[in-house]
Structures are given as structure tokens and as C-alpha cells.
């Protein structure tokens, strides 16, 4: 692709194309080449105006943005940001939009709100950018085949170890992409797994809905992380949207600790704060994972990771929506093991059920 990324606003608030059409106009690697007022519009759009990335409202009056995104995603592999209300019948909505293979979403201020309209135009310019890059890899549901297929992508510098000498811990950071990417991770891992603790950067009241439409499907069970919650075997935390969350101890109990401190990292839940945390509480004994995502969140906490000596693995360029965060994290030579998603869980239970330790577990 070259030159400005064309794209197609597709809202159903007149004042809402406006006005996201008039910010996103003003980055210049954006040309905004086009809107629509509901799904009904959008192919024939599509067709005359051949835009790069397209952003959806989930909610529009006639044909609504989950009606007109399968035909969108099958049939033209355009990416595309679903525009969401701050409700929770919006976040569900959203949810199901990401599982129909959007790519990543923003929440729509209320209508007025100016300030707020401008700081969503920054960061959907970002995401725009981000993702207009990887319409080959589009949907993101279509993994690569199966682990036997294909071996493992290793880093081509020494590892730091072949595996883990026990685990304890497994953390957990993803960003744009990552809802589906840690749904298919999560959805192989058995009851008898470590505690696992997770950032997916989500704004406040999606990361509830995603905790439990992830318990839902998961033999794991699931949930939007609580202050003082114990990290068990068998379960997931996952950093509510508003909060950073860190690992500490409380005797010889591993608990979550929410904290309402600046974003790090433009973000809030941080995963960097999470994995920083991790490596300083848990060590060696813990396992970093670091997915799909922009930008480069927990790069440097993962490398953190590596030198207190724990086992550490990010998701490979092939099978990310965003080679962020991953590519980042291998820069700061932070990562022991590059690979395809698909292997992800298969090397998760390998590595931390044939620990020392954990056949109590069993």
C-alpha cells in the first residue's frame, strides 16, 4: 500500500461523520474518502470508492454494523474499527462484532462532548494506521494449519532456556487483535493450568463482557479481575479497563493489586505494569506472553521478564493483526521463543504442566 490510507466512515449520526470525519482527515497519512450513514450504503461504497479500512458504528438504525460486517470482512478483507456505544449493550455488541472479525474498536463520546471527540480522533487515526497493513491476514479467525504443519518460528539468538524450570505464574498482554487471539489461546488450555493474569487494552465496562463471554466458552474459568483476588490454578484475571493491575504477595498467596495511577504507555490497564510486577514478585517462575498489538506496550517489561530468568514467548509476525507490540519486545531482546498462535497453547501446557511442582496439580 501507498500513499494516504483512504478510508470509508459509515456512522449514522450526521454529527458523528462529521466530526470523526473531519479529525481523521487532518492526520496526513489519512484520506477520508468517504461516508455512509448505515450498513446499507456500505458495499456499494465499497465498490466506487475502494477504501483501505472502514470504520463501522455497531449500532445504526436501518442496517446495523453487525448485520453488514461478515459480507465485508468474507467477501472484500477490508480491516475495519467498530465505532461502539459506552454501554453495555454496546460492549456486547462490540464483542460479537470482534468475533465476526473486526479488528479492533473505540467508544463513541456522548454527542457534544468535543474534547472527548478529539482525543477518540487521535486514537482512531492510530488504530487506523495500525491495522491498514493487514488486510492479508484478514480474518484473523482463519489461523495458519495446525502445530504439526509447521515448526515453531525461533528467534535465531541464543535462548535463554529451553523451558521453564517451574511455572507459576503465566502473564498475559495483548492489544489491537488481541480479544480473538486470546480467546483461541485460552479456549485449548486444560483446568489444571497456572494462574494466569492478563491485560487486553480495554477501555472500562468491554473488559467485564469479554471476561465473561471468555468463561462461557473456556474450560478455565474467567474473570474481570477483583482487588485482593487470588491467582489459582485454572483461572484467568484479566485487568478491569480502568485500572493497572500488579502481582504481589500476601504470604505465600499470590493476589492482584488494582491501581487507579496514570496511564504508562498511553494506556491504563498497562500490560508493562503487569509484567513488571510479575518479574519482580514471581521471577524465574513465571511465563510471559506477549500477542498481537500496536505499538510497544510490554516490550520492556517482558524483557524484565527474561532477565529475572522466566520463560517468555510472543506471538509471530504471520499471525498478528499488529506486529507491535511482539516485534518491540524482540528488539529489546526480550523474547525466547517466537511463534505462531496456534502453537501459543500447545507450548503453555507443555512447558507448565511438566513443571517441578506442579503434579499436585494433575
Do not use: W
Not at 465498490?47 to 472502514?54: E, F, G, M, N, S
Request: proline share 7%; aromatic share 4%; net charge positive.
Amino acid at each position: 500500500m501507498s500513499g494516504k490510507v483512504r478510508v470509508l466512515v459509515v456512522d449514522d449520526s450526521a454529527l458523528a461523520r462529521r466530526m470523526l470525519s473531519d479529525m481523521l482527515q487532518q492526520n496526513p497519512g489519512i484520506d477520508v474518502v468517504g461516508a455512509a450513514q448505515d450498513g446499507s450504503f456500505v458495499i456499494n461504497k465499497i465498490k466506487t470508492l475502494q477504501p483501505d479500512v472502514i470504520t463501522l458504528d455497531v449500532e445504526m438504525r436501518t442496517k446495523g454494523g453487525l448485520e453488514v460486517l461478515p459480507e465485508i470482512v468474507q467477501n472484500y478483507r477490508i480491516p475495519v474499527i467498530m465505532v461502539s456505544a459506552q454501554t453495555k449493550r454496546g460492549a456486547q455488541a462490540t464483542l460479537k462484532a470482534l468475533e465476526l472479525g473486526a479488528l479492533d474498536f473505540v467508544t463513541k463520546p456522548q454527542a457534544g462532548d468535543m474534547r472527548s471527540f478529539m482525543e477518540i480522533g487521535d486514537v482512531l487515526a492510530q488504530k487506523i494506521l495500525a491495522v491498514s497493513r493487514s488486510a492479508r491476514r484478514l480474518p484473523l479467525r482463519r489461523v495458519p494449519p495446525p502445530a504439526s504443519t509447521r515448526p515453531p518460528s525461533i528467534l535465531r539468538r541464543p535462548l535463554a532456556s529451553s523451558s521453564p524450570s517451574r511455572v507459576d505464574v503465566i502473564a498475559l498482554g495483548a492489544s489491537t487483535g488481541g480479544t480473538e487471539a486470546i480467546k483461541q489461546v485460552l479456549m485449548q488450555l486444560p483446568e489444571q493450568i497456572p494462574g494466569i493474569v492478563i491485560v487486553q487494552h480495554m477501555p472500562a465496562g468491554f473488559t467485564q463482557a469479554f471476561a465473561q463471554r471468555l468463561d462461557s466458552l473456556c474450560r478455565i474459568a474467567v474473570k474481570e479481575a477483583e482487588e485482593g483476588d487470588e491467582i489459582l490454578p485454572g483461572r484467568a484475571l484479566i485487568a478491569p479497563g480502568s485500572h493497572h493491575m500488579e502481582v504481589v504477595r500476601v504470604g505465600v498467596k499470590r493476589k492482584v493489586r488494582l491501581l487507579d495511577t496514570p496511564p504508562v504507555n498511553r494506556h491504563r490497564p498497562s500490560v508493562d505494569v503487569l509484567f513488571f510486577s510479575v518479574a519482580e514478585q514471581i521471577g524465574r517462575r513465571a511465563m510471559g506472553v506477549l500477542l498481537t498489538g500496536m505499538g510497544a506496550d510490554g516490550a520492556d517489561g517482558m524483557r524484565f521478564l527474561k532477565d529475572q530468568g522466566a520463560f517468555t514467548v510472543a506471538q509471530d509476525e504471520e499471525t498478528c493483526v499488529v506486529f507491535g507490540m511482539p516485534k518491540e519486545a524482540v528488539k529489546r531482546d526480550g523474547v525466547c521463543q517466537l511463534l505462531p498462535l496456534q502453537q501459543i497453547p500447545g507450548i503453555l501446557v507443555n512447558a507448565t504442566l511438566s513443571s517441578p511442582g506442579l503434579s499436585k496439580m494433575a
